[in-house]
Nanobody, 124 residues
Framework: QVQLVESGGKLVQAGDSLRLSCAAS????????MGWFRQAPGKEREFVAT????????YYADSVKGRFTISRDNAKNTVYLQMNSLEPGDTAVYIC?????????????????WGQGTQVTVSS
């Protein structure tokens, strides 16, 4: 059974940093792109960041560009999201996803596996 388990979310203050982790089990995703999405209460799920299979290619939503960094450790089957200069608008459930494709993509339709999410709350 494939599982993606996110961790690292918590309540922080504006300006703080946080690192999220997503550990995959049940199969290896070293040949697949991975992504982070987020969903705030009452809002649609939105793309945050994606990384290609080798880690060389990354894309970010404009709202997080320059503040967030996605990375991966294929030996550990784990992807990370380093979040700096957090803002109240970043408050959401952060969800990890694994793509069926090798290339990085912001399109939800390319992702076959989804985690349950981890809550990030940023207070002002």
């Amino acid at each position: 059974q494939v599982q993606l388990v996110e961790s690292g979310g918590k309540l922080v203050q504006a300006g703080d940093s946080l690192r999220l982790s997503c550990a995959a089990s049940g199969r290896t995703f070293s040949s697949n792109a991975m992504g982070w999405f987020r969903q705030a209460p009452g809002k649609e799920r939105e793309f945050v960041a994606t990384i290609g299979w080798s880690g060389d290619i990354t894309y970010y939503a404009d709202s997080v560009k320059g503040r967030f960094t996605i990375s991966r450790d294929n030996a550990k089957n784990t992807v990370y999201l380093q979040m700096n200069s957090l803002e109240p608008g970043d408050t959401a459930v952060y969800i990890c996803a694994a793509s069926h494709a090798a290339g990085a993509s912001s399109r939800r339709g390319t992702y076959d596996y989804w985690g349950q999410g981890t809550q990030v709350t940023v207070s002002s």
